[in-house]
Each structure stands twice: as structure tokens, then as C-alpha cells.
């Protein structure tokens, strides 16, 4: 037997036609007529065959809690955040990782194989984060859990924050998380960049800090971020996320932040889902939509992944865990509907997002991990027109999720058949 699993006959993202063999948990070959004498063979002709989707942002340890103990009648982040104040007293252990464990089923169905998820870390019991990690262990072998340490009530305004956090960087969180804009004055957010991007270099740690998630465009702790990077020595390991003061800022100011973003390799995750509905709130019209630059920061060469933030919590009340959701409102914000941007927009949500979070073993080629979806579309594109069904989804060598293809019979006078709304389009 030559390979343990032959996927047959996909189109991959790239629009090339290829056969992929597995063996183990890796993927051993990748070209067109493979052998077929394999422990078993999925027949992906005519579909698209793609590395898993990547979350770059999410929040697990609030997801599926709408509604508990009431909801975000302003809609706004400030009172999203005030009522996870209410809830966070009434977590359990239990919860957080039940609700969390159904989440990562959802996500498996969808084909979301890598996720970061902040967790919060003002409550002294670190109780959310010893679930999460009980969660990140339990899921390891189809889900790249990444956990980040976030202060959500503000790493000085929230007086045990800072402790709290060095606890579940030792417990074994991953990446150092902030919210800069959310202490009490600009000045010890600038220092709480400051101090966290330090804790990171000293302990050989990722960076990702909720940034600049507001409508003021004087929010400018992204300049100290990007600063900081370049201090500490910490390029290509220094994510900023929402940015969405950006929207607002002086164009002059964005025209000279852009390239020292892009000199010190600070990536950026927008949440289009999150950023639409959340900022412009104080807006009459016209309302801004609080998207940050993402042609923009493309076209400067900055890393940029599309992120989902929240489903159904204090933040959102809607969300299924499918990424082509979060690339298609990215897409339609930032307008990006040229052939290139909306297969940029696809990549945003796969291997950008990867990149993002250094997890070197991803991606379609020889020698990676066999982590991939089969989708009932025939290119990234179509996938984001369609958010179609996840007919197979492989994790680690192993088929985790199948689901069949979806197609309404018509009953039209005189005209009975089917229709799948699939459509050649152009990459
Ligand atoms: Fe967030």
C-alpha cells in the first residue's frame, strides 16, 4: 500500500489539478495521477482542496455564552465588556470548557483547524485559562490551539492584571496579549506596550495585543508597538489586532505608520464581522465602519490575516465558526473585489493567518502536516461566494468530518432538476 489516504483529484487553491497522498500524519506526495493502492481514497475531483482555515483572533473562553446573564443591548464594545464583567463571576471550570469543546466541533465541521484565542485573564482564579488549557490538550490532535494571555480589564487599570498575567504565561499560556487603549490614560498605554512587549523578548514569546480597538483616531498605540518591536528585536513576531482607529486617522499620520509597520514585520487581524457592527456607535451619518487600511496596509507589504473575535458572547450575537463568513464581510468592507484581492482575501484566512501564528507545519506541500478541507467549490473565490459545504475535512491524516453535497430539487412547471448555485468564475 502505497499511501494511507489518497485525496484524488482536487483543485488546489493555486487552480492546479493534483492527487494528494498521506502517510501518517504527513503529507508524503503531491501530484497528478498518484497510485491509488491506498488504505483508503477520498475522491475530490472538481472541488477544492485547501489547507485548513486559520483563526488568527478569537475569544474561547466567552464563545456561546450569549445571552448569559443577559445581552449587549447597546451593541457597543464598551458595554460587551462591562457584561463579561457580570458573567466572568458566574464561569465554572466546567462551562468554559464545555462551551469551548462544543465551539471546536463547530469549527472541526467547518474545516477550522488553528485558532488563537485570547483569554482573559483579570479573574484571580485563573479559571478560564486552566479550562482553556485543559481544552487546547484535549483538542491537540485536530485543532492548533493558541492560547494569549489578555488582560481584557486593562494590564494597569485592572490592579492584579499584571500578576495574573506572568501566572498564565507560566501556566503555559503562548503569546503576550494588551489592551493599550483600554487603561486609564494614553501614557500607561503606552507603557503597558512597553512592559508586555518586554515580558515577551525575555521569555522568547509571540506578541499579540488588541490595539487601537476604537473610533478615536488619536489611538495611535500601534506607533509604540511597532516601536517596540524594533527595540526589543521582536520582527515577524508582533501581531496588532482591530487597529480599527486606523479607519479614522489623518491620512498624513497612516502615510508614514504604514512602512515602519512593514520595516519592523508587525502583522495586523482585522475582525470584519466584530469591527462592522461594534465601531461607529457613536456615529450619526454618514457612519464609519471601523475596518482598518487592509489594501492599504497590503499594498506597504504588511502581513494580514482575517480574524473572528466572537461567536454568540457578550461582543456578538450571531457567528458559525466559518472563516469564508469573516472573508466575505472582509472583502465587502474593505471592498477588495478584484479577482487577485478576493484570492487575497482567501489566503487571509488560510496561510496568512498560518504565517501569522508560526505554525511552520502548515500548508498544502510535501513534508507538512496532512491537515486539509474539501470544499464543494471549484476556486477560493467561489468558496468565498458560496461559503459552501466542508465535504471532508483531514486532520492529521485522519478524516474528522464528511458531509454530503447539498443540492434543492426544483419543482418548476414544466422544468424539474436541481441547482447547486455553483458557477465557473474567473481566478
Ligand atoms: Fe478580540
Redesign the pocket.
Given at each position: 500500500m502505497t499511501f494511507d489516504l489518497l485525496v484524488r483529484g482536487g483543485t488546489l487553491p493555486d487552480g492546479t489539478t493534483a492527487d494528494i497522498g498521506i502517510t501518517g500524519e504527513t503529507i508524503a506526495a503531491i501530484a497528478p495521477n498518484l497510485p491509488t493502492d491506498a488504505g483508503r481514497i477520498v475522491d475530490a475531483s472538481g472541488n477544492l482542496v485547501s489547507p485548513p482555515f486559520v483563526d488568527p483572533?478569537?475569544?474561547m473562553d466567552a464563545t456561546l455564552s450569549y445571552g448569559i446573564p443577559r445581552i449587549n443591548a447597546s451593541g457597543t464594545l464598551l458595554e460587551g465588556i462591562a457584561l463579561w464583567g457580570e458573567l466572568k463571576p458566574l464561569l465554572t471550570h466546567e462551562a468554559v470548557r464545555d462551551r469551548a469543546l462544543a465551539y471546536c466541533d463547530w469549527a472541526v465541521s467547518m474545516g477550522l483547524l488553528a485558532i488563537r484565542s485570547?483569554v482573559d485573564v483579570c479573574d484571580d482564579r485563573l479559571l478560564a485559562v486552566e479550562a482553556l488549557l485543559e481544552v487546547k490538550k484535549l483538542v491537540a490532535p485536530y485543532i492548533d490551539l493558541q492560547l494569549v494571555a489578555?488582560p481584557q480589564d486593562g494590564f494597569y487599570r485592572s490592579p492584579t492584571a499584571r500578576a495574573n498575567t506572568l501566572r498564565a504565561l507560566d501556566m503555559g499560556v503562548d503569546v503576550v496579549g494588551g489592551i493599550p487603549h483600554f487603561e486609564r490614560t494614553m501614557d500607561d498605554g503606552k507603557r503597558s506596550v512597553t512592559e508586555l512587549c518586554e515580558i515577551a523578548a525575555s521569555r522568547g514569546l509571540l506578541v499579540d495585543m488588541?490595539c487601537d480597538?476604537t473610533d478615536d483616531p488619536l489611538s495611535r498605540h500601534i506607533e509604540q508597538l511597532v516601536y517596540e518591536t524594533e527595540r526589543l528585536g521582536l520582527q515577524g513576531r508582533v501581531n496588532g489586532?482591530?487597529l480599527t482607529s486606523m479607519h479614522s486617522m489623518d491620512n498624513y499620520y497612516v502615510s508614514k505608520l504604514l512602512p515602519l509597520m512593514a520595516e519592523a514585520d508587525v502583522s495586523a487581524i482585522p475582525?470584519p464581522l466584530?469591527n462592522i457592527v461594534i465601531q461607529g456607535r457613536h456615529d450619526t451619518y454618514p457612519k464609519r465602519r471601523g475596518q482598518t487600511r487592509v489594501p492599504e496596509m497590503l499594498k506597504a507589504g504588511i502581513r494580514v490575516g482575517f480574524?473572528q473575535?466572537?461567536v454568540l458572547d457578550p461582543w456578538y450575537p450571531l457567528g458559525t465558526a466559518d472563516m469564508l463568513d469573516v472573508a466575505f464581510m472582509g472583502l465587502h468592507v474593505a471592498q477588495m473585489t478584484s479577482p487577485a484581492d478576493m484570492k487575497t482575501c482567501f489566503d487571509m484566512v488560510t496561510e496568512t493567518s498560518a504565517a501569522i501564528m508560526h505554525l511552520d507545519h502548515y500548508g498544502l506541500a510535501v513534508g507538512k502536516r496532512a491537515s486539509l478541507v474539501v470544499l464543494d467549490a471549484g476556486n477560493p473565490i467561489e468558496a468565498i461566494r458560496l461559503r459552501p459545504e466542508r465535504l471532508c475535512v483531514i486532520a492529521r491524516g485522519k478524516v474528522v468530518a464528511e458531509r454530503k453535497r447539498q443540492e434543492t430539487a426544483l419543482s418548476l412547471a414544466g422544468r424539474p432538476g436541481s441547482v447547486n448555485r455553483r458557477h465557473k468564475t474567473p481566478q
Amino acid at each position: 500500500m502505497t499511501f494511507d489516504l489518497l485525496v484524488r483529484g482536487g483543485t488546489l487553491p493555486d487552480g492546479t489539478t493534483a492527487d494528494i497522498g498521506i502517510t501518517g500524519e504527513t503529507i508524503a506526495a503531491i501530484a497528478p495521477n498518484l497510485p491509488t493502492d491506498a488504505g483508503r481514497i477520498v475522491d475530490a475531483s472538481g472541488n477544492l482542496v485547501s489547507p485548513p482555515f486559520v483563526d488568527p483572533h478569537f475569544h474561547m473562553d466567552a464563545t456561546l455564552s450569549y445571552g448569559i446573564p443577559r445581552i449587549n443591548a447597546s451593541g457597543t464594545l464598551l458595554e460587551g465588556i462591562a457584561l463579561w464583567g457580570e458573567l466572568k463571576p458566574l464561569l465554572t471550570h466546567e462551562a468554559v470548557r464545555d462551551r469551548a469543546l462544543a465551539y471546536c466541533d463547530w469549527a472541526v465541521s467547518m474545516g477550522l483547524l488553528a485558532i488563537r484565542s485570547h483569554v482573559d485573564v483579570c479573574d484571580d482564579r485563573l479559571l478560564a485559562v486552566e479550562a482553556l488549557l485543559e481544552v487546547k490538550k484535549l483538542v491537540a490532535p485536530y485543532i492548533d490551539l493558541q492560547l494569549v494571555a489578555f488582560p481584557q480589564d486593562g494590564f494597569y487599570r485592572s490592579p492584579t492584571a499584571r500578576a495574573n498575567t506572568l501566572r498564565a504565561l507560566d501556566m503555559g499560556v503562548d503569546v503576550v496579549g494588551g489592551i493599550p487603549h483600554f487603561e486609564r490614560t494614553m501614557d500607561d498605554g503606552k507603557r503597558s506596550v512597553t512592559e508586555l512587549c518586554e515580558i515577551a523578548a525575555s521569555r522568547g514569546l509571540l506578541v499579540d495585543m488588541h490595539c487601537d480597538e476604537t473610533d478615536d483616531p488619536l489611538s495611535r498605540h500601534i506607533e509604540q508597538l511597532v516601536y517596540e518591536t524594533e527595540r526589543l528585536g521582536l520582527q515577524g513576531r508582533v501581531n496588532g489586532s482591530h487597529l480599527t482607529s486606523m479607519h479614522s486617522m489623518d491620512n498624513y499620520y497612516v502615510s508614514k505608520l504604514l512602512p515602519l509597520m512593514a520595516e519592523a514585520d508587525v502583522s495586523a487581524i482585522p475582525n470584519p464581522l466584530i469591527n462592522i457592527v461594534i465601531q461607529g456607535r457613536h456615529d450619526t451619518y454618514p457612519k464609519r465602519r471601523g475596518q482598518t487600511r487592509v489594501p492599504e496596509m497590503l499594498k506597504a507589504g504588511i502581513r494580514v490575516g482575517f480574524g473572528q473575535d466572537c461567536v454568540l458572547d457578550p461582543w456578538y450575537p450571531l457567528g458559525t465558526a466559518d472563516m469564508l463568513d469573516v472573508a466575505f464581510m472582509g472583502l465587502h468592507v474593505a471592498q477588495m473585489t478584484s479577482p487577485a484581492d478576493m484570492k487575497t482575501c482567501f489566503d487571509m484566512v488560510t496561510e496568512t493567518s498560518a504565517a501569522i501564528m508560526h505554525l511552520d507545519h502548515y500548508g498544502l506541500a510535501v513534508g507538512k502536516r496532512a491537515s486539509l478541507v474539501v470544499l464543494d467549490a471549484g476556486n477560493p473565490i467561489e468558496a468565498i461566494r458560496l461559503r459552501p459545504e466542508r465535504l471532508c475535512v483531514i486532520a492529521r491524516g485522519k478524516v474528522v468530518a464528511e458531509r454530503k453535497r447539498q443540492e434543492t430539487a426544483l419543482s418548476l412547471a414544466g422544468r424539474p432538476g436541481s441547482v447547486n448555485r455553483r458557477h465557473k468564475t474567473p481566478q
